[in-house]
DNA sequence: AATGAATGAGTATTCATTCAT
DNA sequence: AATGAATGAATACTCATTCAT
């Protein structure tokens, strides 16, 4: 009963602290992988190894659990990016293939990586999570390739382009990456699935050309006659 | 008592056969607005004006309710985009803007394109369906893609580029843009939302400039120092 | 539509009185297949050839069919046995395993038997029925076995025993053989199974030799001391 | 606020401990009263004074509620028996009786032997609790029953008999009554009833007669002539 | 601060029964 | 008399949340 109390204060005390973050690393590895009706209170606690009342101490319901694993994992790096950009040497059309994949190395290929499928299926439901989301990542993540296309441009490397929107044919390949990374990509088997080094660099090279000046054929103006519909 | 007969003969059969229109029209809703685990079989029946029990008479469970909503809206249109892209007398320069414009027209501003993010969200918990719209979806649209391109090419509109995975730059704003619409669109004001004309006239434009031969500069080749990553 | 109306009208009427007879045989069926709960209605219905609706307009509810069906396969062949023992020529001795084997023949390896077991089950959800069966079916088996063994007794081949409850050693193994082939047996495999032939020789067998005269050893009289209980 | 916590902690505990067996009691009553699919789960709970969830958090499913429920009050007690046989010092003749009373004061006449008649019941709609309910308690009963008998014969007492098939002499009237008892007996009224003590008394009288060795009458050996059936 | 026993609202599916035709 | 489409009551099991200790 009293032996080593000492010890125990002080274990108690820094294990204490560690909590939340113990059950929000446990949370996102759950979150991420059976998304957020899939991931049962009891296992989070359970991997962060604590009692199932000692969670809800923490975070009163699992929406709040939620929202904080969310918050936890998405701010913080995006200066990073600003800073490589300017740093960078060589030419934009240089700079995208590796921005893409040093992209793929520290974000897309990790765990994280689920945090944006995940904000995707449950925006709706966390609406106010979703506006966080998008001031704190999508706005800076188009500042940035905007700045990275602006700079092709001053630079004389590409062509001007509409570039509000121009950002997207950069971003919506690697977004879609990690989306198919943790939903459909679980759910196929050996040469359906994509392989990321291949995707990016052939979706980098797509991207770079859609930008660069060069002498353009005259072929594609008028807008031709009906068509139906595709559907995804 | 034996008043109008026929017509209350003719009203049931009527009703029995719109009966699975009715239910699917309803699901399709409810799992756009709710999510497969979120939309509750009773609802889908009260929504079409039946009982709980005549849902199961049509369909037996709820994830082959959810199968005949996919094939309804989706699976079942497929053939028509081949077809249309057959008979296009236009260049293919022209025929991938008109392409995403009808499709856009046909699908992605329906509440059919609910779908499409429904399955990114729901495929983790639900493989089989998952399998089921890789299957039905997601192959047949690679299929149509790459015939287009490989038009591009055949034509000597297009430069070579890796098939398989070029198809990507044309698919993924698609998917984006209807991924986008049915999550943090929902959640954002004004200015942040996509104008989806714009939008896909600015990648139609970047993609078919992606593919498009031309008098290549020199510049973009060595892969250039380091960068950190960027978060999306 | 008005050819061969004379046919079908006599069709019609002919099935119409075979309809509950038929309806009862699938019942009958269905009930032994698989219990008073475990049976559907539809699918008596559709064993019988017609639709659900028609069984309910013969039957008002599934109760009032088992209890149709039970009826009807109880009663009316009692008397037989009455007569037969009465013509025998033989020993009692002798009677009594003529009369469990042929039992058997033409009673309890036919489907009929499972109306035993089923009464067994379902005598508390169906007093009634269970007093009905009482009269009609156990009552008399009882005066059977016990004219069996007044004859036996009367011969000067038995012992006096207690009348009343010395016919439970002959229908005893009986009703559990058919029990059995109804309940457990269904269950298990190979040589866990009972041999028909083998058990009801062995039976008739003990208890012939229970009734008979004999010169009686003297050791079983006293009560003998403590000993505590087994569990069926 | 803080008043006897330690009363409270105990309360708890003890109530912790108690609940597995209040719920078996629950559960045994309503198994007996109402077959395994007339018993709702929750009626279970409300009786053991809990809330359905609890009995869940106790017996994952009511299968396995079923089966402690059998555990608890017939497997775990068939060893006592063997050991009772092995201490008897009487005459084998003698042992019978004593033990087919003792089984009647211990078990038959409890709520527990309704399980017997349950077992019999269900056993075609719940294969795996037939299987379950074999090997724990048929085949231990069995040889029981055998070593009993083997007993006798070793001992000189008892002809040599089919031992495997002659087992159910013993047996097949103790099942009987019980299943009796909770079938037919709950609808019939005043002298049609079984009295436990004297049916008891006979059986076990009867079985030791068909065992014992004797000076054997002549008579019983020619087939005879036909017979017709009788219906149980 | 931590525990974990207890709770009870929530839901897909079945099936006897009804009734308009 | 016959149909079969429609109904809705009934039920095992899950899991976020509470709270006594």
Redesign the pocket.
Known sequence: MNSAPVTDAVT?QR??EA?PGELLAAALDLFVEKGF?????????QRA?????????????????FKAVVRENISGRIGEGFEEVEKFPGSTAQLIPVLMQRWWDSFGSTKASGLTKLMMSEATNFPELASFYFTEVIEPNHRLIRAVIQRGIDRGEFRPVDLEYAVYSVLTPMIYLVTWKHSMGCCVTGDQQIDPERYLAVQADMVVHSLLKHAEPAQHTAPGPKLQHTVI
Chains 1, 2, 3, 4 share one sequence.
């Open positions: 108690r294990r204490k909590r009706a899939g991931t049962r209170s009891e296992e989070v606690a190894g604590v009692s199932k009342g000692t969670l809800f101490l923490y975070f009163p319901t699992k929406e709040e659990l």
